[in-house]
Antibody
């Protein structure tokens, strides 16, 4: 059973870069995507983007100029970098596996999420 | 980009009630619509994909329907563990988009 776990600093200063890692265990997502989603406290879900083990990517246009996603050579750690952060980037960040079945995509495995606060 | 609009924003219901949540897409998304349940402090959980297919392990009191732009999630015989927030999400194109969520509360 594939499991995902987010990790990274819980506090980032304004204007700096938020860096998170999504570690994959119990299997691989080599043929799927690692998606990143965030949720400000008490609010809805915002899709940040997705990255595949083969290097394909799609980003939310609203964040595209500030986002970089990648995967390590072992294909077990996916990363998210968001630069020039402000308080508006404070949220719980989730990674999730997006799989495709019969041409339909869905997020079937999620990490527990990690809270990132942007503050000086 | 496709926008997703859910209604209502919240609702109050009693155990045993039948509850319906609607989701509308800003353009046709065929059947590429997923539903998630989220409880406080937890990650969302996939309930339904392709508009009407129940994810493995999800109770049969949950059902989904619709195609094109209009979709519904129905919970029959509401149980105490169903009080949560529900989100729809389109998977027709990127950027993916979620509805704003519907909170189901105890009456």
């Amino acid at each position: 059973q594939v499991q995902l776990q987010e990790s990274g600093p819980g506090l980032v200063k304004p204007s700096e870069t938020l860096s998170l890692t999504c570690s994959v265990s119990g299997g691989s997502i080599n043929y799927n995507y690692c998606s990143w989603i965030r949720q400000p406290a008490g609010k809805g879900l915002e899709w940040i983007g997705r990255f595949s083990a083969t290097g394909s990517s799609n980003y939310n246009p609203s964040l595209k100029t500030r986002v970089t996603m990648s995967v390590d050579t072992s294909k077990t750690q996916f990363s998210l970098k968001l630069n020039s952060v402000t308080a508006a980037d404070t949220a719980v960040y989730f990674c999730a596996r997006e799989i495709v079945v019969a041409n339909d995509w869905y997020l079937d495995v999620w990490g527990r999420g990690t809270l990132v606060t942007v503050s000086s | 980009d496709i926008q997703m609009t859910q209604s209502p924003f919240s609702l109050s219901a009693s155990v045993g009630d039948r509850v319906t949540i609607t989701c509308r897409a800003s353009q046709s998304i065929s059947i590429y619509l997923n539903w998630y349940q989220q409880k406080p402090g937890k990650a969302p959980k996939l309930l339904i994909y392709s508009a009407s297919i129940l994810q493995t392990g999800v109770p049969s009191r949950f059902s989904g329907s619709g195609s094109g732009t209009d979709f519904t999630l129905t919970i029959s015989n509401l149980q105490p563990e169903d009080f949560a927030t529900y989100f729809c999400q389109q998977s027709y194109s990127t950027p993916r988009a979620f509805g704003q969520g519907t909170k189901v509360e105890i009456k």
